[in-house]
């Protein structure tokens, strides 16, 4: 498959989760030689903060585990969004239903919660950080990375390299 495989991370705001899932899964995807294969971005469902950098909260916790949010900008998803992405990941049950209304009848990319993919099965939702302490930020970027990892083996395995790793008598997920 030549086609880049094209993933958009949507949180209510875009400057809390879901630039830190942009971050994370960025260098996820940097780190396994994929950037050209896999292409990232992320937007929100509301329009407040649009053309601001990420919360100083959210970039603070992620610089402390290594990610650079700086240069990310937010913006607001738009109907052209289901043109492009593959892979529409909400944060939380509020931003799936808010693109659930937006979602054409023909799409048929994957449009479901990003925790889905996640290992850690208390958590189905990636909690708002906004309003809350900084261990919000940090369980944030806790919930993200696993996931992270996850999404990239499934993108991996399902649309990148199927042939190889899902040989017969490969175990399933592990
Ligand atoms: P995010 O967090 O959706 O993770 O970016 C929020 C950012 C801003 C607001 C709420 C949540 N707000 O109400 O302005």
């Keep these: 498959m030549s086609e880049s495989i094209q993933v958009l991370f949507v949180c209510l705001g875009n400057i809390c ?69 593959h892979y529409i990941l909400p944060m939380d049950e509020q931003n799936l239903a808010d693109l659930e209304r937006m979602r054409p009848a023909w799409y048929a990319g994957h449009l479901g919660l990003f925790l889905d993919f996640a290992a850690n099965p208390d958590y189905q939702e990636v909690p708002d950080p906004y309003y809350g302490s900084n261990r919000g930020f940090e369980l944030v970027l806790d919930l993200i990375e696993d996931a992270s990892r996850n999404l990239l083996r499934h993108i991996h395995d399902t649309h990148i390299d199927p042939i190889f790793t899902n040989l017969p008598g490969d175990s399933v997920g592990g």
């Design 17 to 85: 989760r879901s630039p830190t899932a942009h971050g994370v899964f960025m260098r996820h995807v940097n780190e396994a030689g994929l950037k050209k294969r896999i292409l990232i971005d992320s937007a929100g469902t509301g329009d407040w903060h649009v053309g601001r950098p990420p919360d100083s909260r959210a970039q603070k916790a992620a610089k402390g585990r290594g990610y650079d949010l700086s240069r990310l900008r937010a913006r607001q998803v738009r109907p052209s969004d289901f043109d492009k992405f």
